[in-house]
């Protein structure tokens, strides 16, 4: 089998002649059904590795088949007909299995026992595979990333806390359309069709607006929304006093962004988003008649505003102060969403939603009394979580009123005075 020349089809073909025996025996239909649609997308995510696609397939349809306990290679053999020591010749393609996140090597079944039968190694298949199996989804949509560099800054989804966010009318269809557009189903599809109008693949995308209104965790929930990563980088990290060195770290920036989506494409998974969170520290304007100092602002821009182009993944960023930006970007970003802060209905909405307790119509009239952001709203409630652990009970509706007004600076300046 490791020497098998056929195509991809003819090791499904090859794999559906084995496993009919198996399911017809003894797996239950649904699980027969499970088995059936993993045989369809592992030969997609492993590729041309025909040894590896049949061996996985073989150890799914084993493990299936055993109540979804550890199989060994041995156990294997036995469902082929195949001397142990034959299929053991396999065990290549088996740790290349564990290291592309399929399988789990799993020991715990052979402590103490002393036959030959448990001396062999165990394998799981991994929970998040399973899971693309149940949902007939391809793998790479729900592969352990373990693989991923760890050295980078990159926030998985699993790790992106669910948050409900609440928008404007006039934004909530645009921010619909982003996350139809960034589901794996969708995106590749839409970068081939760019490709065939000859234009550029990537995206970009730019969220602008009042501070507070929800663009970085926008940008945070689309991520897992698509469940991809989000490769996040650090203004801190990039800016440099040395000459030189800023736009050194540009390169690097976008050299490691598209390392991780190499990888990704690799192994099937789905590209990370390249994310500038107040993006208004790195993009900037060109300036006429430059200085000496200012050739390098210039530099930096007309480099942001190449790689930009030349993207071939998802860029996304986030600004307060747009009117810094060069025009240019303006090109360059294909949706460009203005956050606004929210109206009385929308705000009515965000306190219902932090503070199940509270009544309709108290939270109209914190909705119409106060002009908070969604960010102020969430400092209320960060108040009110203290005084459930500080106070032992829930905060007073005029406590509540209170930290209401305290909110904004200008709302503090009422006669009162501390200290000298």
Same mark, same amino acid.
């Given at each position: 089998?490791?020497n098998?020349?056929?195509s991809?089809s003819g090791?499904l073909?090859?794999l559906?002649?084995?496993t009919?025996t198996?399911?017809a025996?003894?797996?239950r239909?649904d699980?027969?059904l499970?088995l059936?649609n993993a045989?369809?997308?592992?030969?997609e995510?492993?590729?041309? !590795?025909?040894?590896e696609?049949?061996?996985?397939?073989?150890i799914? $349809?084993?493990?299936?088949?055993?109540?979804?306990r550890p199989?060994?290679?041995?156990r294997?053999?036995?469902?082929? $007909? *195949?001397?142990?020591f034959? @299929?053991?010749?396999?065990s290549d393609?088996i740790e290349?299995l564990?290291d592309?996140?399929?399988? *789990?090597?799993d020991?715990?079944?052979?402590?103490g026992v002393?036959?030959?039968?448990n001396?062999? &190694?165990f394998?799981?298949?991994?929970?998040?595979?399973m899971?693309?199996?149940i949902?007939?989804?391809?793998?790479g949509a729900?592969i352990d990333?373990?693989?991923i560099?760890s050295?980078?800054?990159?926030i998985?989804?699993e790790k @992106?806390?669910?948050?409900?966010?609440?928008?404007?009318?006039d934004?909530?269809?645009?921010? %619909?359309r982003?996350?139809e557009?960034l589901?794996?189903? %969708?995106?590749?599809r839409?970068?081939?069709?760019?490709l065939?109008?000859?234009?550029s693949?990537g995206?970009?995308?730019?969220f =602008?607006g009042?501070?507070?209104?929800?663009?970085t965790e926008?940008?945070?929930?689309?991520?897992?929304?698509?469940?991809r990563?989000?490769f996040q980088?650090?203004?801190? &990290?990039?800016?440099s006093k040395?000459?030189?060195e800023?736009?050194n770290n540009i390169?690097k920036t976008?050299? !490691?962004y598209?390392?991780?989506c190499?990888e990704?494409r690799k192994y099937?998974?789905l590209?990370?988003?390249?994310?500038?969170?107040?993006?208004d520290?790195?993009?900037?304007?060109?300036? %006429?008649?430059?200085t000496r100092?200012?050739l390098?602002?210039?530099? *930096?821009?007309?480099?942001?505003l190449d790689?930009?182009?030349?993207?071939?993944?998802?860029?996304?960023?986030?600004t %307060?102060v747009?009117?810094?930006?060069d025009a240019?970007?303006e090109r360059?970003?294909?949706f460009?969403v203005?956050f606004?802060?929210?109206d009385?209905?929308?705000k009515?909405?965000?306190?219902?939603?932090?503070?199940?307790?509270?009544?309709?119509?108290a939270?109209?009239?914190?909705?119409?009394?106060?002009?908070?952001? $969604?960010?102020?709203i969430?400092n209320?409630?960060?108040?009110?979580?203290m005084?459930?652990?500080?106070k032992?009970?829930?905060t007073s509706?005029e406590?509540?009123?209170? =930290?209401?007004r305290?909110?904004k600076f &200008?709302?503090? !300046?009422n006669?009162?005075?501390?200290g000298?």
């Amino acid at each position: 089998m490791a020497n098998f020349t056929g195509s991809i089809s003819g090791v499904l073909k090859y794999l559906s002649i084995i496993t009919d025996t198996m399911m017809a025996q003894r797996m239950r239909p649904d699980r027969s059904l499970r088995l059936d649609n993993a045989i369809k997308n592992v030969g997609e995510y492993l590729g041309t !590795d025909q040894s590896e696609t049949i061996i996985f397939a073989l150890i799914l $349809g084993a493990y299936l088949c055993d109540e979804e306990r550890p199989v060994s290679l041995w156990r294997v053999g036995g469902w082929m $007909g *195949v001397d142990q020591f034959l @299929i053991a010749q396999f065990s290549d393609d088996i740790e290349s299995l564990v290291d592309k996140g399929l399988i *789990v090597e799993d020991n715990e079944i052979r402590k103490g026992v002393n036959n030959e039968f448990n001396k062999c &190694s165990f394998y799981s298949v991994k929970k998040s595979v399973m899971n693309a199996i149940i949902h007939n989804q391809p793998l790479g949509a729900y592969i352990d990333r373990k693989s991923i560099n760890s050295d980078t800054n990159l926030i998985l989804p699993e790790k @992106i806390k669910y948050k409900e966010l609440f928008y404007m009318p006039d934004i909530a269809p645009e921010i %619909n359309r982003i996350k139809e557009a960034l589901l794996p189903e %969708n995106f590749r599809r839409i970068q081939a069709q760019m490709l065939e109008k000859k234009t550029s693949c990537g995206m970009c995308i730019m969220f =602008y607006g009042a501070p507070g209104t929800g663009k970085t965790e926008s940008v945070l929930q689309l991520a897992k929304a698509c469940n991809r990563a989000v490769f996040q980088v650090e203004t801190g &990290s990039v800016i440099s006093k040395w000459i030189g060195e800023t736009e050194n770290n540009i390169y690097k920036t976008f050299r !490691d962004y598209e390392k991780q989506c190499d990888e990704a494409r690799k192994y099937n998974r789905l590209e990370p988003i390249l994310f500038f969170n107040e993006a208004d520290g790195i993009f900037g304007k060109r300036i %006429n008649n430059a200085t000496r100092g200012e050739l390098t602002e210039n530099k *930096v821009q007309a480099i942001m505003l190449d790689q930009m182009e030349r993207l071939d993944g998802i860029l996304m960023a986030t600004t %307060n102060v747009e009117a810094n930006f060069d025009a240019a970007y303006e090109r360059r970003f294909l949706f460009k969403v203005k956050f606004a802060k929210p109206d009385t209905d929308i705000k009515k909405k965000i306190w219902t939603n932090k503070l199940d307790w509270l009544g309709d119509s108290a939270a109209e009239t914190l909705a119409r009394k106060y002009d908070f952001s $969604g960010g102020e709203i969430d400092n209320i409630v960060r108040k009110v979580a203290m005084d459930e652990v500080l106070k032992g009970e829930r905060t007073s509706l005029e406590d509540l009123e209170e =930290y209401c007004r305290n909110e904004k600076f &200008s709302s503090r !300046d009422n006669g009162r005075h501390i200290g000298f």
